[in-house]
């Protein structure tokens, strides 16, 4: 059997990521449990909706603005040697430009969902102009993954009407954020992000937090934002849905 390009680099990412598996322990943060959620117009993420089904010490860890040829491969380099799942929120201009490393982060067991066409502020845009923004990114989602994305993180948080009916109508699930360490300063140094994570944490006590795969800060500090979490005794559950039909 022949294999294409891309179905050689998905093997060989399956083949890492059991590898990697067959090392989990007890001494990493790993993956407590899968979240199975429908393919529906829900809200999640209590910053401005209703909260995820989870207990209390429980963490969901996503990921925005991505995929990064410099910096994803290092975050799911340090999932991977944490064992710990987590969703990434990709923009569809990422996704166009590359289609293989957001297979990747699939093939090693994230999921995925959209964050926009081009990170805009919705709010400055017509609505015609969110709508082509959305249909472009679910579009880019379609041809790098073969399916409709199940869920959808506005740029900025920024809801809009016009957005939130249109993902209801096509039962993507919004999601938003119950945390998050505000990661987008490029001085940003990895003890500040660490120290932010526990103060969020302390405050909020667990749930959706939100990280940045695209910013280099963060991919550096990774290893020890995972290693904070397992030190204050937190679960990572990670988000899946259900396959469209």
Known sequence: MRLTVTSAFVLAALSAATATAAECGPEKLGTARTLMLKREGAAYGTNQHSALPLAKGEVVLTFDDGPSPDNTPLVLKALADQCAKATFFMEGQQLRAYPDLARRAIAEGHSAGIHSDTHPHMQ???????????????????????????????????????????????????????????????EDTTAVLADRLRASLDKAGGGIILMHDANGPTAKALPTLLQVLKDKGYKVVHLEWERAK
């Open 124 to 186: 400055a845009l017509s609505a015609q102009q969110q709508l082509d923004d959305l249909k472009l990114s679910r579009a880019a989602y379609h041809a790098a993954f073969g399916q409709e994305p199940p869920a959808y993180r506005f740029p900025f948080l920024e809801e809009t009407p016009t957005l939130l009916e249109a993902l209801k109508q096509a039962n993507i699930t919004v999601a938003s954020i119950d945390l998050a360490i505000n990661d987008w300063i490029p």
